[in-house]
């Protein structure tokens, strides 16, 4: 079965840094688009990063200077470094991307299950 399986959050103090990761597991032909967002409670889920299959990065405001998004399409994997967190980037966070399954060859948006980052002031 297809899935995207996160990985890397965790506590961390305000300044400190951490990298997500979100692996593309299941028989997969293409990774293509991959974006993060994030939903904090009483939030809306919103953008953090995302990278289009062409490479092009887009970050959300609140974040641009402090994030970099990364895929590794020979591993199927996806990376979101973190720097200088803030209390206020406390969420869980979510990968969403664009795979082609080897069993259908159509490409279909698949979401990643989150992963806490809590980050203490």
């Known amino acids: 079965q297809v899935r995207l399986v996160e990985s890397g959050g965790g506590l961390v103090q305000a300044g400190g840094s951490l990298q997500l990761s979100c692996a593309a597991s299941g028989s997969v032909v293409r990774l293509g688009a991959m974006g993060w967002y994030r939903q904090a409670p009483g939030k809306q889920r919103e953008l953090v990063a995302q990278?289009?299959?062409?490479?092009?990065?887009n970050y959300g405001d609140s974040v641009k200077g402090r994030v970099t998004i990364s895929v590794d399409k020979v591993e199927k994997t996806g990376y979101l470094q973190m720097n200088g967190l803030k209390p206020e980037d406390t969420a869980v966070y979510y990968c969403n991307a664009n795979l082609t399954p080897l069993n259908s060859e159509i490409p279909t948006d698949y979401w990643g299950q989150g992963t806490q980052v809590t980050v203490s002031s």
């Open positions: 990278m289009t299959s062409m490479g092009i990065t």
